[in-house]
């Protein structure tokens, strides 16, 4: 009967990773979408940047707009503190499902809450829900037309403080352009790109970096 991918990177993950093994859960879903499927994972190249800018972060405190399989939410919360809150949202079920195993594979069920449901609604709620003050790190892969309007939604909320780091995805490919407009214009940001390539592509991609100054 048809398997979806998302079955399909779960199961390359069951089959090539070592169970309580971050590294080797990352290992296996990029060489299962370079070598047979592309998925649309941050991938190796941006994985590292990733991995470089949650290093020097350090945070207390991460949000990840848009978990899917769980591929970047691994790689954030292997480089985290043991004291570390790190919540990732997720509105497909199905995505979740796999998410939460790919997680579990890697060990880091305990390090990450996997939270289902669309971030217009839940980021309100995070404050009393969680005990989050504010984010140190907020990774946004979720839907590009979302970025702009969650973004303003956490400035409101008072969930992002001096000194907060934004990280976004594929600012070029698909692009958020409302998103890159307004956080180039505001003085709140001071922001830079990180030159790479779309996932498992050899076409330019950017994550964009974004650091609150005020
Ligand atoms: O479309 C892309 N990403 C959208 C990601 C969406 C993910 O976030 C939620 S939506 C949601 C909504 C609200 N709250 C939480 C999650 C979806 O269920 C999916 O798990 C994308 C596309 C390409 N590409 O090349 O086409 C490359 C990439 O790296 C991409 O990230
Ligand atoms: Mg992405």
Redesign the pocket.
Known sequence: QFVSLRQRILSAVQKNATRGDPRSVIRAIDQFCSQKEWA?N?GNEKGCILDSVVSEVNPATVLE????CGYSTVRIASLLPPYAKFIT????PD?AAVARQVIAWAGLEDKVQLVE????DWIPKIKEQFGIKTFDLVFL????E?YLSDTKLMEECGLLRKGSVLLA??VI??GAPDYVEYVRSSPRYKSHYFRSH??YTKAEENLWYLGIIE
């Open positions: 649309m941050v707009l848009g978990t899917y949202l997720e509105f497909n995505f449901g669309a971030s217009s892969d979720h839907w590009k979302h995805d594929n490919c698909p779309l996932e």
